[in-house]
């Protein structure tokens, strides 16, 4: 089975920062692209930023400049650094995994739970 485990969400003041991570585990042969999305009360599910296992990145633009995400390819885990955080940030966010796990030819997503941040003073 694979898991994918967040932490890091919270309560900050505007203009705070917050540290998500998110570590994968589990029976993974191959794990891609991983990444962050996010969904606000009332609203769809949006994508908030992705690291390809090379490195590459792609941000939302109404992220880019304040959250920096990267990925320890050695602990199966991706981080997403927000920063200059802002009331329209609160949201659930949920880690994604693109991966190939034992047992199978084919590469699937993989969500996490969900943590909460709250960007409020």
């Known amino acids: 089975q694979v898991q994918l485990v967040e932490s890091g969400g919270g309560l900050v003041q505007p203009g705070g920062s917050l540290r998500l991570s998110c570590a994968a585990s589990g029976s993974i042969v191959i794990l891609s692209t991983m990444g962050w999305h996010r969904q606000a009360p009332g609203k769809q599910r949006e994508l908030v930023a992705t690291?390809?296992?090379?490195?590459?990145?792609n941000y939302a633009d109404s992220v880019k400049g304040r959250f920096t995400i990267s990925r320890d390819n050695a602990k199966n885990t991706v981080y997403l650094q927000m920063n200059s955080l802002k009331p329209e940030d609160t949201a659930v966010y949920y880690c994604?995994?693109?991966?190939?796990?034992?047992?199978?030819?084919?590469?699937?997503?993989?969500w996490g739970q969900g943590t909460q941040a709250t960007v409020s003073s």
């Open positions: 994604k995994a693109r991966l190939k796990p034992i047992g199978s030819i084919y590469f699937s997503d993989y």
């Open positions: 690291v390809t296992s090379g490195g590459g990145t």
